[in-house]
């Protein structure tokens, strides 16, 4: 029997999820939690074979309880399932460890299967994201910046004030303004204007 724990803030996901893995006589739910803190106690008491982890929820995110979760020499294997599959939010996930990537439209036996996959120790990715990742093994996209600080220039790039990139992504406005002075020291400029003129020279954005 391999043991699953849920990861969403959508109780009607988790409900969903529940529904179609139970249909599965060798997979069990035996937990539930909302956001990242959730997670990370929640692996630790019930230490699941295998984690779904959404990426964005609001009180912390997928990468960062991922992060938490496997930094405590845990066995479960966690694997990302998500409405995301922006190259940053690919990149967050495998770095912070996660054993796979799928989306959310999977269909029912492709998700177990996964867990399945998982379960065994092998690392499962949706295909589309399969293709993202391998293109940015062969010429990454963002060259000297981290996933992270890419993934807030190009906020900055839209307009959006510190504020609402820390809305958008759920990290504070001093973590923003934190990711922005690294980026604006790798890009020898000054303000945010520059820092978005010249990653678009240089071919970051």
Request: cysteine-free.
């Given at each position: 029997?391999?043991t699953?724990?849920?990861?969403?803030?959508h109780?009607v996901?988790?409900?969903g999820?529940?529904?179609?893995?139970?249909?599965?006589?060798?997979?069990?739910?035996?937990?539930?939690?909302?956001?990242?803190?959730?997670?990370?106690?929640a692996?630790?008491?019930?230490t699941?074979?295998?984690?779904?982890?959404d990426?964005?929820?609001p009180?912390?995110?997928?990468?960062?309880a991922t992060?938490?979760?496997?930094s405590?020499?845990s066995?479960?294997?966690?694997?990302?399932?998500?409405?995301?599959e922006t190259?940053?939010?690919?990149?967050?996930a495998v770095?912070?460890?996660?054993?796979g990537?799928l989306?959310?439209d999977a269909?029912p036996?492709?998700?177990?299967?996964?867990?399945?996959?998982?379960?065994?120790?092998?690392?499962?990715?949706?295909?589309?994201?399969a293709g993202?990742l391998?293109?940015?093994?062969?010429?990454?996209?963002?060259?000297?910046?981290?996933?992270?600080?890419?993934?807030?220039?190009?906020?900055v790039?839209?307009?959006?004030?510190?504020g609402?990139?820390?809305?958008?992504?759920?990290?504070?406005?001093a973590?923003?303004?934190?990711h922005?002075?690294?980026?604006?020291?790798?890009?020898?400029?000054?303000?945010?204007t520059?820092?978005v003129?010249?990653?678009?020279?240089?071919?970051?954005?």
């Amino acid at each position: 029997m391999i043991t699953v724990l849920l990861v969403d803030d959508h109780p009607v996901v988790r409900a969903g999820l529940r529904g179609m893995l139970e249909a599965e006589p060798d997979l069990r739910i035996v937990g539930e939690a909302a956001s990242g803190p959730e997670a990370v106690t929640a692996a630790a008491a019930l230490t699941p074979d295998v984690i779904l982890m959404d990426l964005r929820m609001p009180g912390g995110d997928g990468a960062t309880a991922t992060e938490k979760i496997l930094s405590r020499a845990s066995r479960s294997r966690i694997v990302v399932l998500t409405t995301y599959e922006t190259d940053a939010d690919i990149l967050r996930a495998v770095e912070a460890g996660a054993s796979g990537y799928l989306l959310k439209d999977a269909a029912p036996a492709e998700l177990a299967n996964a867990v399945r996959a998982a379960a065994r120790g092998e690392t499962v990715l949706a295909p589309a994201v399969a293709g993202r990742l391998l293109r940015q093994v062969r010429q990454p996209v963002q060259p000297g910046l981290s996933a992270r600080e890419a993934e807030v220039l190009r906020l900055v790039a839209r307009g959006l004030t510190n504020g609402d990139i820390g809305r958008e992504l759920h990290i504070s406005e001093a973590t923003v303004k934190t990711h922005l002075l690294r980026v604006f020291s790798k890009l020898d400029v000054d303000d945010r204007t520059a820092a978005v003129t010249t990653a678009m020279a240089r071919g970051l954005l």
